[in-house]
């Protein structure tokens, strides 16, 4: 029998960590001057979730330091690193994690210190020549297993992946984190069509409904709406959730439907750094257009840590 | 000549079948691409990805992550062309052990345009990671699978159907960059793949009597292309080398030959017959050959260009030496 303050146990760590990848991200971006910063504020609580409650992983193979980039991979590269082994080693009773919106590696990057996988020192190597800790990660980079910055193309390998498994009777999950920016790729569609066709129920995405894209704001009231239910219509099962409710995310990501599962987590782009309104319908990435701005956002900062 | 009907089928079934790891992927294109048979056999290892191709590639991904050897059946333009973005991010770019047999090469099809791969060796030759080869006869039908299961990588094969002429000796297999020494002489080198080494040989006889000495290199590895015979055979010939391929003449074949030239310093001369920077139209094979400069006649008339040499061959010569190969007469393959 469980107490209700330990079956709240698991949403003070889960928020937690949500609250430090956007501190850990702004910091970031102060010190930089520059990153993906809406891109964090609206997946903060969906990385944790995976991170902290939905993915069943074993523990990272990796370096806590990211080793410097060792070539791409090829026939003279044989013994090519995969970020995956970030997110422990492959068997069959174990969850995968393929991160579709390579935009988002920062936010990748952030939560694997918060949950312990990589070393807080390993974010120094962001953006750095050589480093594999890249702006827009690849394989290589740290939690990332395919390379999926031409965007939309994780969905199909993942069903690859899913179709795999399922054949080899492997119980673990495959899980997908998508932005709704790919649902305007074609391929997604022939994805979605495909996995319910091939009944890959063992696939499991969630999506970071922000309605942002590079060009500004998606139009969320005309774009959200038909989302879900397209989805549903190509024969997946799609649910909303207000993407920073951490008891509405959990029972979104644990239901069993039988179908590829949609988690269709709505979100806001500013959480919890309200001041960053101030620049929509353009967030999809944040520099400071003076020093009177870092400050302002510095004092925020302050206030979040403090 | 041994003509072969539809290679592909049976034999592709008994390769497979002791290997569970082999699985097929196609879209929308099963008995086009002779693989309806496949399917009956193996129908757990057979996945039809509906008319969607950039989602196959990813599946193939996938499955080849996860230890499978994905086949792909398609035609060749649906490969390179359609889901390029796909081929490159999710399969080249990680080296992932997925086939793609591409059927249709060049103007093998009536269906035109669209169907016509003319420039699909040049693109994946510019992608890195890719080993590129085409058969050119049934045996290396036959053969073509060992030489790509045997590469841990992608590998793009350039695959005929239908009928297919016998013009290599069943026990001489398609080996991996190895050219084939279909003639030997000291004046000329013509290097052809696939469909041309064909036309190619119906002129070598008639060339012999002309008195013009050809050695005639048959290629069927493009990617690499590192066999030293292309440059030691070139470096001994009297006029140079003339190229003849089912491609655009750009970035495939003859530019490939033209680049191992060029590093070597050769100063021979270089003509590259094929499709000279023009798509083609919906015709038959035959008639397209004729019509773009593919066939034994535009080789012949390559020769006399090269050589300064009036070989007097004439096209009846030429057609008595068609008079062989009735295939090449028989009726467009249906789509």
Redesign the interface.
């Known amino acids: 029998m469980t107490s209700p303050d330990t079956q709240n146990d698991w949403r003070v760590e889960t928020q937690a960590v949500a609250d430090r990848i956007r501190v850990r991200v702004l910091d970031h971006v102060l010190s930089h001057n520059g990153g993906y910063m809406s891109q964090a504020l609206s997946s903060a609580e969906i990385f944790a979730m995976l991170y902290t409650r939905v993915l069943d992983l074993g523990p990272s193979t990796a370096p806590m330091i990211p080793q410097p980039f060792a070539g791409v991979p090829g026939a003279d590269n044989q013994d090519f690193f995969n970020g995956g082994a970030y997110n422990g080693p492959k068997a069959a009773e174990y969850d995968r994690f393929i991160f579709s919106p390579a935009h988002y590696a920062l936010v990748l990057y952030t939560t694997l210190i918060e949950v312990g996988r990589l070393s807080e020192d390993g974010l120094e190597q962001f953006d750095k020549d050589g480093s594999t800790v890249e702006m827009i990660g690849a394989e290589h980079s740290p939690g990332v297993e395919t390379t999926t910055g031409s965007l939309a193309q994780a969905l199909s390998q993942a069903g690859g992946i899913a179709l795999a498994r399922k054949r080899r009777g492997d119980t673990g999950k495959v899980w997908v984190m998508m932005s709704d920016g790919e649902f305007q790729e074609g391929q997604t569609w022939e994805a979605i069509s495909e996995a319910a066709k091939f009944d890959l129920d063992n696939l499991r995405i969630v999506v970071d409904v922000n309605g942002q894209q590079c060009d500004g704001c998606m139009d969320a009231e005309n774009y959200v709406d038909p989302l879900t239910g397209r989805i549903r219509a190509f024969g997946a099962s799609a649910v909303e959730v207000d993407g920073h409710d951490l008891d509405a995310l959990d029972a979104a990501m644990s239901m069993e439907t039988g179908k590829p599962h949609f988690v269709m987590a709505l979100t806001d782009p500013v959480r919890g750094l309200p001041i960053f309104e101030e620049r929509a319908p353009l967030l999809h990435y944040l520099r400071f257009t003076s020093e009177d701005e870092r400050d302002r956002y510095r004092a925020v900062y302050e206030e979040m840590v403090n | 000549m041994e003509i072969v009907k539809r290679p592909h089928v049976e034999n592709f079934i008994a390769w497979a079948a002791d290997k569970p790891e082999v699985v097929v992927l196609t879209a929308d294109l099963t008995n086009s691409s002779e693989v309806g048979k496949w399917r009956d056999t193996y129908p757990?290892r057979f996945?039809g990805?509906?008319m969607?191709e950039?989602?196959?590639?990813?599946?193939?991904?996938?499955?080849?992550?996860?230890?499978?050897v994905p086949y792909i059946h398609t035609f060749a333009v649906f490969i390179y062309r359609r889901p390029y973005?796909?081929l490159a991010?999710?399969i080249a770019?990680?080296?992932l052990n997925v086939k793609f047999v591409a059927f249709l090469p060049g103007i093998t099809t009536p269906g035109g345009v669209t169907h016509q791969a003319i420039e699909d060796v040049s693109i994946m030759r510019a992608t890195?990671?890719m080993t590129i080869v085409e058969t050119g006869d049934a045996t290396e039908v036959e053969s073509v699978l060992d030489v790509a299961h045997a590469v841990?990588?992608p590998v793009y094969i350039r695959m005929l159907r239908g009928e297919v002429p016998r013009l290599f000796p069943k026990d001489e297999p398609m080996r991996l960059d190895e050219v084939r020494m279909l003639s030997d002489g000291e004046d000329v080198v013509i290097i052809t793949a696939g469909i041309t080494t064909e036309e190619a040989m119906r002129a070598s006889v008639p060339l012999a009597d002309a008195g013009i000495g050809v050695r005639h290199l048959h290629v069927s590895t493009h990617k690499p292309l590192d066999d030293p015979m292309i440059l030691e055979s070139i470096a001994r010939s009297r006029y140079g080398v003339i190229t003849l391929e089912n491609h655009t003449i750009i970035g495939g074949l003859g530019s490939a030959v033209a680049e191992k030239m060029a590093d070597a310093g050769s100063g021979k001369r270089l003509l590259r017959l094929g499709l000279r920077d023009t798509y083609a139209h919906g015709a038959s094979r035959a008639y397209l050959m004729k019509e773009y400069g593919l066939d034994a006649a535009a080789l012949v008339a390559g020769v006399e260009e090269l050589t300064g040499i009036d070989t007097g061959i004439t096209e009846n010569d030429l057609a008595e030496a068609r008079v062989e190969a009735t295939h090449s007469l028989a009726k467009a393959e249906g789509l």
């Open positions: 757990d996945f990805m509906s969607a950039q989602n196959m590639m990813g599946f193939a991904s996938g499955l080849a992550r996860e230890g499978y973005d796909q991010m999710s770019y990680p080296n890195p990671n841990d990588g």
